[in-house]
């Protein structure tokens, strides 16, 4: 049986919208100037306190550690509130995973995102009935690009990552990870990327999730 993980912001779902807000929520607290969208952009992928660190540095807040401490709580509990307000699936995404489903595949989900605001998340959107498990940024004691997490996503599908399963994310992190990992690396060009990948060699690329099934064998 294939099995298929999935990264999730910036692949599966459009959520800079309401990581921007947030972090905005945040930095308001603290007399800063508001993020443009682009900007937060380029602070996901490495978890919430990488994205909350350089928010904060980017915005010139002093490096107190009790201070920085108290704004990624108070991100934490902003994000909370409104997980969904703005963010959707990609176009083509709920037909894909239909389609995967249909064919028999196994999926999950391996994300730097906190496990619970990514089930949370999953269960809002409708995704929660096409992953078997979800993976966060701790559910272990390390993070992407540490190959460990997408390990245990495979794991918890009953597979080893290799015979033609793939690892399906949008960013340098999700390549390093499925590289680290010995897992073939299927790269969403649509995503959170904004800089070129040195050495960069993924399995396949694609631009749209209509095409994703065919690529894979399940349409």
Same mark, same amino acid.
């Given at each position: 049986?294939? #099995?298929?993980?999935? +990264?999730? +912001?910036? #692949?599966?779902?459009?959520?800079?919208?309401?990581?921007? /807000?947030?972090? &905005?929520?945040?930095?308001?607290?603290? /007399?800063? @100037?508001?993020?443009d969208r682009e900007t937060v952009i380029t602070f996901i992928g490495r978890g919430v306190e990488v994205l909350v660190r350089r928010a904060l540095d980017h915005s010139g807040a002093p490096p107190d550690p009790a201070?920085?401490?108290?704004?990624l709580a108070a991100?934490?509990?902003?994000?909370?509130? +409104?997980?969904? =307000?703005? #963010?959707?699936?990609? @176009? =083509?995404? *709920?037909r894909?995973? +239909?389609?995967?489903?249909?064919?028999?595949?196994? *999926?999950?989900?391996? #994300? &730097?995102?906190?496990?619970? @605001?990514?089930?949370?998340?999953?269960?809002?959107?409708?995704? /929660? @009935?096409y992953f078997d498990a979800v993976v966060g940024g701790d559910t272990l004691a390390v993070k992407k690009p540490d190959p460990a997490p997408l390990h245990r996503a495979f794991e918890l599908?009953? /597979?080893d990552g290799s015979g033609g399963d793939f690892y399906i994310g949008d960013s340098e992190t999700d390549w390093l990870t499925a590289k680290a990992a010995n897992v073939a690396f299927a790269?969403?060009?649509?995503?959170?990327?904004?800089?070129?990948i040195e050495d960069f060699r993924p399995a396949l690329r694609f631009g749209d999730f209509d095409v994703l099934p065919g690529l894979l064998g399940a349409d």
């Open positions: 049986m294939k #099995t298929l993980v999935f +990264d999730l +912001d910036g #692949t599966l779902i459009d959520s800079a919208g309401d990581l921007r /807000s947030a972090a &905005n929520r945040m930095l308001a607290d603290l /007399s800063l @100037p508001a993020l201070a920085r401490d108290a704004a991100f934490r509990r902003y994000y909370a509130e +409104d997980l969904t =307000g703005q #963010t959707r699936p990609y @176009p =083509g995404v *709920m894909a995973l +239909d389609l995967f489903r249909e064919a028999g595949f196994r *999926m999950a989900v391996c #994300t &730097n995102k906190p496990e619970a @605001p990514a089930r949370d998340l999953c269960d809002h959107l409708g995704l /929660s @009935p599908l009953g /597979s790269y969403f060009e649509g995503g959170y990327q904004r800089t070129a």
